[in-house]
């Protein structure tokens, strides 16, 4: 990979996959408000709540594993992100939510990519 930018679209593809192919729907790629952004924001079929993901991606463990990199002021402007969408999109006050994170840890070598998929809020 020769950019940060690059490296982090090519994770983005990568998890929009992983989550269709699990039977999510996209709802939103990049979504931003003015106190953050989501990734994407899916719809999970099975449970029926709207999921909010940060999507972590690297192409080795020098700087830790995807995940450590989301922090608690993460988190915060996540929260803020996540309702303002929810406002916007006329979800009700009964619309279940919730907070993923998939990590995308790429192989370059091999050309491979192990994809995980974890809830954090």
């Known amino acids: 990979m020769n950019t940060k ?5 090519l994770g983005e593809d990568l998890a929009r ?8 729907k996209i709802l939103s790629g990049n979504y931003h408000s003015r106190h953050g952004e989501a990734d994407l924001v899916v719809y999970d079929q099975k449970t029926k709540d709207v999921v909010f993901v940060e999507v972590k991606t690297r192409s ?4 830790g ?3 450590e990199a989301v922090d608690r002021r993460k988190k915060a402007r996540l929260t803020y992100t996540a309702q303002k969408y929810l406002k916007e ?13 998939i990590s995308v840890e790429l192989d370059v070598k091999n050309r491979s990519a192990k994809i995980k998929q974890e809830k954090y809020i």
């Open 60 to 63: 080795g463990i020098f700087y």
């Open 5 to 9: 930018k690059s490296l982090g679209n």
């Open 17 to 24: 996959k992983f989550l269709e192919e699990r039977g999510y």
């Open 89 to 101: 999109n006329n979800y009700g006050l009964n619309q279940n939510y919730r907070f993923d994170i």
């Open 65 to 67: 594993s995807p995940s």
